[in-house]
Each structure stands twice: as structure tokens, then as C-alpha cells.
């Protein structure tokens, strides 16, 4: 009797294993971005480009604290910017506050914002 148990106590220890095994893979951290649709307001540094009071539809993905955005402003294509955290302090500023995130590089400011600011872009 004691070698029909052995084979049978075998299978509960696989089966405990693998129960064990998905149910810390499913706790484990996403390896996807997280996206959100959120609200910019981009405010570009030159004379010759007017700026803009009202904030635009965007999307904001950030995966390892990389930052990608789609500026969608109104009827013109989307514009596309990247934040790679191996750039932050070298070509980029980035800002987090409780409001949105605030991205400056020498040419332009972008704001993203959780919430739709209206005209007031400040966090």
C-alpha cells in the first residue's frame, strides 16, 4: 500500500508546486507600460511659433521610468516625444508633481496632467 501513496503524495508536491509558481507569477509587477489618455500643454521657446493657452488631448506610456508621449493637437499629426531615463539631468528636466509630470529641455516645456487643467497649466 505505502508504494501506491508515494506516486500519489509525488503528484500533490507537482501539483502544490505549480499552484505555487502561477499564483507569485500573477502578483509579480507587469512587464507592460503603463498608458494613460491625459491632457499636455506644450509650450515651445521660440518667437516664431505662437503659443497655445488651451491644453491638448495626449497619451502618456511610461515602462521603467521611460516616458513616451503623443501630443494630439487638434486637426495638425501627432507629435511624438521620448523621455529615456538614461537622458534625465543631461537633455531633459523632469518635474513629477501630484497634478502631472513636467518634462524642459532648452527648446521646449511639456506638461502632462491627469486632469484636464483648462487654461490653468500649473500643478
Avoid at 24 to 41: D, G, K, L
Avoid at 42 to 61: D, H, Y
Amino acid at each position: 500500500m505505502e508504494g501506491c501513496l508515494l506516486p500519489l503524495m509525488h503528484h500533490r508536491s507537482i501539483w502544490t508546486f505549480v499552484v505555487l509558481l502561477l499564483s507569485s507569477a500573477a502578483s509579480m509587477p507587469s512587464a507592460h507600460p503603463e498608458t494613460r489618455q491625459v491632457f499636455c500643454h506644450l509650450n515651445v521657446k521660440s518667437s516664431v511659433i505662437k503659443k497655445t493657452q488651451n491644453a491638448a488631448r495626449c497619451q502618456f506610456s511610461q515602462y521603467q521610468g521611460n516616458a513616451y508621449v503623443v501630443l494630439y493637437p487638434g486637426n495638425r499629426s501627432p507629435l511624438e516625444f521620448q523621455f529615456p531615463t538614461s537622458k534625465q539631468n543631461l537633455t531633459y528636466q523632469r518635474t513629477n508633481e501630484d497634478g502631472g509630470i513636467k518634462f524642459s529641455t532648452p527648446t521646449l516645456t511639456l506638461k502632462v496632467f491627469w486632469a484636464d487643467p483648462g487654461t490653468n497649466h500649473r500643478f
